[in-house]
């Protein structure tokens, strides 16, 4: 098993461009989340899945979109890159919400100029 | 809503010895899960050890053990015979039941370990 696999690993862009960061695992896990993290602020949830179909927001969700199209892939979209969106990006998975082990990318870094 | 405090930022150790990380946290919950992540220079989340509250029995892990005190609301890390390579951020995270689809891991802000050779 690949896990949890995040691309890509670095990536600069302009304010107010958009794009997708990739999030895919290979254990059938059912519920799957990103996180930012920024210095000095640990990790916080953008948004999670509970299975396929199935999204809801967490801790700071603005700027940030996700669809849950099928078990394995979780994409983050940024509509419109700002600074403030400069951050480390992971994603991580587990078989279910429940008290379940969370099983974490090697993260995305994103510079926003 | 839960927090998560690790007030030192930063410690220090000698290879071989034992280092406490610590970790206090906050919730009306009366079940719940905590961990200790461990992200080295190369950016992985890695899990170090896992509680859960209705257990008294402190979880270990080969060198890496817990003091989870309930009452105080209390999770440290132990670290014995620490290594080279346990230098690293640790990040302590509390994670409350499922309810409905509203379960997230809630994280503190991290602690930065440096074992000296």
């Known amino acids: 098993n690949a896990g949890v696999t995040q691309t890509p690993k670095f990536q600069v862009l302009k304010t107010g461009q958009s794009m997708t960061l990739q999030c895919a695992q290979d254990?059938?896990?059912?519920?799957m989340s990103w996180y930012r993290q920024d210095p000095g602020m640990g990790l916080r949830l953008i948004h999670y899945?509970?299975?396929?179909?199935?999204?809801d927001q967490g801790e700071v969700p603005n700027g940030y979109n996700v669809s849950r199209s099928t078990t394995e892939d979780f994409p983050l979209r940024l509509l419109s890159a700002a600074p403030s969106q400069t951050s480390v990006y992971f994603c991580?998975?587990?078989?279910?919400?429940?008290?379940?082990?969370?099983?974490f990318g090697p993260g995305t870094r994103l510079l926003v100029l | 809503a839960q927090t998560v405090t690790q007030s030192q930022p930063e410690m220090s150790v000698q290879e071989a010895e034992t280092v406490t990380l610590s970790c206090t946290y906050d919730?009306?919950?009366?079940?719940?899960?905590l961990f200790w992540y461990k992200q080295p220079p190369s950016r992985q989340m890695i899990l170090v050890i896992r509680?859960?509250?209705?257990?008294?029995q402190n979880a270990t892990e080969n060198r890496f053990s817990v003091n989870f005190q309930k009452a105080a609301k209390s999770f440290s890390l132990k670290i014995s015979d620490s290594q080279l390579g346990d230098t690293a951020m640790y990040f302590c995270?509390?994670?409350?039941?499922?309810?409905?689809?509203?379960?997230?891991?809630?994280f503190g802000k991290g602690i930065t370990l440096s074992v000296r050779p």
């Open positions: 991580a998975s587990s078989y279910a919400a429940v008290q379940e082990t969370q099983y």
């Open positions: 254990m059938n896990h059912e519920y």
């Open positions: 509680q859960e509250a209705y257990k008294q």
């Open positions: 899945s509970v299975g396929a179909g199935i999204t």
């Open positions: 995270a509390f994670m409350k039941p499922l309810t409905g689809a509203n379960s997230k891991l809630t």
């Open positions: 919730t009306s919950e009366s079940n719940y899960y």
